[in-house]
Antibody
Framework: EVYVVESGGGLVQPGGSLRLSCAAS????????MGWVRQAPGKGLEWVSV???????KYADSVKDRFTISRDISKNTLYLQMNSLKAEDTAVYYC???????WGQGTPVTVSS | DVVMTQSPLSLPVTLGQPASISCRSS???????????VSWLQQRPGQSPRRLIY???NRDSGVPDRFSGSGSGTDFTLKISRVEAEDVGIFYC?????????FGQGTKLEIK
């Protein structure tokens, strides 16, 4: 069976850090590309970052220089290191496979004092 | 950034009736490989998004054939031939041709 499971979300103070994980099953995380999409409460969807099979990556302007995407092929897991968190980063973060073919259940991140 | 504009944003539909959602992009979404990476996603209340249609008109595995996608260039359409109760939710168009990949604002389908 093919699926992904996110973890690592939680409540963090402004300026703090979190690392999200996305464990994949049934496929390898370095095939085509994988990324993170977030959805703020009651809002639409926003691609945050992607990591391509080549190792290349992209970030949304809103998170550039604060977030870092990476993967561990041995653990078949995708990560998102989030630093200098702001209130506007509050959202459910989804792990998504190439072109949105597969989504996880999401992990909520709340940035608040 | 490519702007994806959906209409309508609210879509009340009677059970068994057809429904149609339009999505227009601010620029052509034909990639250098000749493919147009436009997808349609459904997000049911309290659930994660799931993809219904990819590359404009291809249905994902397990998606009922009452869903169909069409279009080209900058104009795309999702059609539901006969709306069922399980179709309630928000539908998004999405382009993954150019980074940043972007979504439409979402169309909320409800049953009249």
């Amino acid at each position: 069976e093919v699926y992904v499971v996110e973890s690592g979300g939680g409540l963090v103070q402004p300026g703090g850090s979190l690392r999200l994980s996305c464990a994949a099953s049934g496929f390898t995380v370095n095939a085509i590309y994988m990324g993170w999409v977030r959805q703020a409460p009651g809002k639409g969807l926003e691609w945050v970052s992607v990591l391509y099979s080549s190792g290349g990556f992209k970030y949304a302007d809103s998170v550039k220089d604060r977030f870092t995407i990476s993967r561990d092929i041995s653990k078949n897991t995708l990560y998102l290191q989030m630093n200098s968190l702001k209130a506007e980063d509050t959202a459910v973060y989804y792990c998504a496979r190439a072109h949105g073919v597969l989504w996880g259940q999401g992990t909520p991140v709340t940035v608040s004092s | 950034d490519v702007v994806m504009t959906q209409s309508p944003l609210s879509l009340p539909v009677t059970l068994g009736q057809p429904a149609s959602i339009s999505c227009r992009s601010s620029e052509s979404l034909v990639y250098s490989d000749g493919n147009t990476y436009v997808s349609w996603l459904q997000q049911r209340p309290g659930q994660s998004p799931r993809r219904l249609i990819y590359k404009v008109s291809n249905r994902d595995s397990g998606v009922p054939d009452r869903f169909s996608g069409s279009g080209s260039g900058t104009d795309f359409t999702l059609k539901i031939s006969r709306v069922e109760a399980e179709d309630v939710g928000i539908f998004y168009c999405m382009q993954t041709t150019y980074w940043p990949y972007t979504f439409g604002q979402g169309t909320k389908l409800e049953i009249k």
